[in-house]
C-alpha cells in the first residue's frame, strides 16, 4: 500500500489536533482532544505533559476512526507546539513537574532583573524568564531535573527517544545557529550558566529536517507504524506561517487562536529588544522570522463565552454565532465601550506582564453583546498595535495571512481588515499549523525540494476581506484612544497588580 498520508500534529493551548493530508496539502480527515491549564494563582498557567500524550494518542486514534484511513498509508508526521513551554525533565522523559505554558506570566519579576543585568529586554512567556524563577522558588525541582526543554523537543523524545533541539524554538532560548551554540555569556550574567548544559542540543534539526522514525514504543501507543517519519516541526504559530502560505518577505502571517501573533519574514530582524532572541535561519534558511504578538485574543472570547454566556448554551445553537449575529447589528465603537486587551498583560509592543484587562464607558445601556463586540474590537485594536510597530521599522503592511479561530467569523474578520485597513487572505485550511507540519513532512521526505516549493503547491485560499475606507476612518479615531490608555494608567495599573500580589 501506497505511503501517500501526511500527518499534521498541533499541540495547542487547550488541545491537541490531529489533521490528514494527502501529497497536495488537501484534507482528507481531522479530530481534537482537549487537555486541563490550571490557573493556580493569577498570571500563572501549567499543564500536564502527560496529557498532551494521552491527547494525541485520542487524536489519532478518532482521526483513522473517522476517516478509515489505515496506519500504513502514513507517510511521516511532524509537531507543532506552544512555546515558550517550558519542561523540567529527567533524561528519561518524567517531567520533574507540570509545564509552565507559553501563557504563564509569573516571571514578571525576572524579567525585570534580566532587563537591569543584560540589558536584554524580554517577555516573561519565553524561557530565560521561566527557568530563573524556577531556580529561584522551586530550587529542588530545578537542580534535579536533568533537562531543560519545551512542549517541542518533549514530544520529540516520546515520538522518537532523542533528545534535541530545534532551531526554530530555541531561538527564544538564544540559540544562534549561525553562531554554533547558545548565549552562554548571557546565561552566566543572570547567574544561570549551569542551565545551559541542560539544553538538549545532541542534536539539533531546522524545520522540515528529518529526526528519524517512531521508536516500537510510541508507533505501538499511537496505532502507527514505526518506519512513520517524524519531520521536525517548531512552534505553532512559525508552522502556521507556511500553512498560510508565507515563505518569502511581502504579507504578514497572522495566526490566531487563545494568542494572536503576527509574523513575516524579512532579510534583517525587524525587532531586537531581547537582543538574544532574533533567530536567524529558524523557520526558512536566510530569513530571520520577525514578529510581534498578543497574549490574549481567543482566550478573551473563550473566558467571556465561560463565564458570561452559559444560559446560551441551552438554545442549541453556536454560542459564537448568535453573539456575532447579536453584534454585527451595533455601531462602530460599541457605542462608547473600549476594551483593552490585556488579561494576561501585554506582550508586544510593551513586554509589560504586570499589566491587565479592561472595559471603558460602560453604562446602564450596554448588553452582553455590546462587551462582545467591543471585545473584539480591542483585540482588533491590540493587533493593530502589533502592526504599527511592523510600518515602524519600515515593512510596508498592505495584506496579511490570517489563520485560526478568527476565520470562523465574517464580522470579526471584517473588523480586522476596517481597523487595520489591509487586504485579508484567508487560506482554504483553517488548521494552518496542522497544514503547516504536513508541509514539513513533504519537505522531510523529499516530496518537494524545500519548505518553499511545498508551500506553493500546497496551500490555497478560499476568501479575501477588503477594507471599507468609511470605517477604516471612524475605526482609526477609536484606535487612537485605544492606543492612549497603556501610557495614561500604566502606572496605576503596576499599583494596582502589586497591591493584589502582596496582598
Keep these: 500500500m501506497a505511503r501517500d498520508v501526511l500527518m499534521g500534529i ?29 490557573y493556580l494563582h493569577t498570571g500563572w498557567a501549567e499543564q500536564a505533559p502527560g496529557d498532551w500524550w494521552q491527547a494525541m494518542k485520542e487524536s489519532v486514534r478518532k482521526v483513522f476512526l473517522s476517516t478509515g484511513i489505515s496506519k500504513d498509508r502514513i507517510l511521516g508526521l511532524s509537531t507543532t507546539t506552544t512555546s515558550c513551554s517550558v519542561v523540567l525533565s529527567m533524561k528519561d522523559g518524567t517531567p520533574v513537574r507540570d509545564c509552565l505554558i507559553w501563557m504563564d506570566v509569573r516571571a514578571a519579576q525576572e524579567v525585570v532583573d534580566i532587563d537591569e543585568l543584560t540589558g536584554s529586554k524580554l517577555s516573561a512567556e519565553w524561557m530565560p524568564g521561566k527557568l530563573l524563577w524556577l531556580k529561584r522558588h522551586e530550587r529542588d525541582n530545578y ?36 553562531e554554533g551554540g547558545f548565549a552562554e555569556e548571557f546565561y552566566r550574567k543572570i547567574g544561570m550558566g549551569e542551565a545551559v ?48 502560505g508565507v515563505y518569502e518577505p511581502g504579507r504578514i502571517a497572522l495566526i490566531t487562536g487563545s494568542s494572536n501573533l503576527a509574523m513575516a519574514l524579512t532579510e534583517e530582524p525587524l525587532f531586537n529588544e531581547g537582543k538574544i532572541n532574533t533567530g536567524p535561519d529558524n523557520l526558512i534558511q536566510g530569513y530571520y522570522t520577525s514578529y510581534q504578538g498578543q497574549v490574549s485574543s481567543g482566550s478573551i472570547l473563550s473566558w467571556f463565552k465561560r463565564e458570561f454566556c452559559r444560559d446560551l448554551e441551552l438554545e442549541g445553537v453556536s ?14 465603537g460599541s457605542e462608547g465601550l473600549i476594551a483593552l486587551d490585556y488579561w494576561q498583560g501585554n506582550r508586544h509592543p510593551y513586554l509589560d506582564s504586570k499589566v491587565r484587562g479592561m472595559f471603558y464607558g460602560l453604562s446602564l445601556h450596554h448588553t452582553r453583546a455590546h462587551m462582545y463586540r467591543a471585545l473584539m474590537e480591542g483585540i482588533a485594536y491590540g493587533t493593530e498595535n502589533l502592526l504599527v510597530q511592523f510600518r515602524n521599522n519600515g515593512f510596508e503592511v498592505k495584506e496579511i495571512n490570517i489563520a485560526g479561530g478568527t476565520t470562523n467569523s465574517d464580522l470579526y474578520l471584517q473588523i480586522h481588515a476596517d481597523v487595520s485597513n489591509v487586504i485579508v487572505n484567508v487560506p482554504s485550511e483553517p488548521q494552518a499549523p496542522c497544514l503547516g507540519a504536513a508541509i514539513c513532512v513533504a519537505t522531510a521526505a523529499k516530496i518537494y525540494p524545500g519548505l518553499r516549493e511545498a508551500v506553493q503547491a500546497m496551500v490555497t485560499f478560499d476568501k479575501v476581506i477588503k477594507p471599507n475606507p468609511d470605517k477604516h476612518a471612524l475605526y482609526k479615531q477609536f484606535f487612537e484612544q485605544y492606543h492612549k490608555i497603556y501610557p495614561t494608567f500604566k502606572d496605576w495599573m503596576h499599583e494596582t497588580t502589586d497591591l493584589y500580589l502582596n496582598a
Design 143 to 178: 537542580d534535579r531535573a536533568e533537562v531543560f526543554c519545551e512542549y517541542q523537543d518533549w514530544m520529540t523524545y516520546k515520538l522518537t527517544g532523542k533528545w534535541s533541539i530545534n532551531i526554530n524554538n530555541s531561538c527564544n532560548w538564544g540559540y544562534n545557529v549561525r
Design 319 to 332: 454560542v459564537y454565532d448568535y453573539l456575532n449575529k447579536e453584534a454585527e447589528n451595533l455601531s462602530i
Design 197 to 244: 548544559s541542560k539544553f538538549p542540543d545532541e542534536h539539533v534539526f531546522a524545520v522540515g529536517e528529518p529526526i528519524g522514525t517512531l521508536t516500537k514504543e510510541a508507533a505501538e501507543e499511537l496505532g502507527l507504524d514505526y518506519h512513520t517519519i517524524v519531520a521536525q516541526g517548531g512552534i505553532d504559530s512559525s508552522i502556521g506561517v507556511l500553512g498560510m
Design 10 to 38: 498541533d499541540g495547542g493551548t487547550g488541545s491537541i489536533r490531529v489533521g490528514l493530508y494527502d501529497l497536495q496539502g488537501n484534507p482528507l480527515g481531522f479530530a481534537a482532544t482537549e487537555y486541563v491549564t490550571k
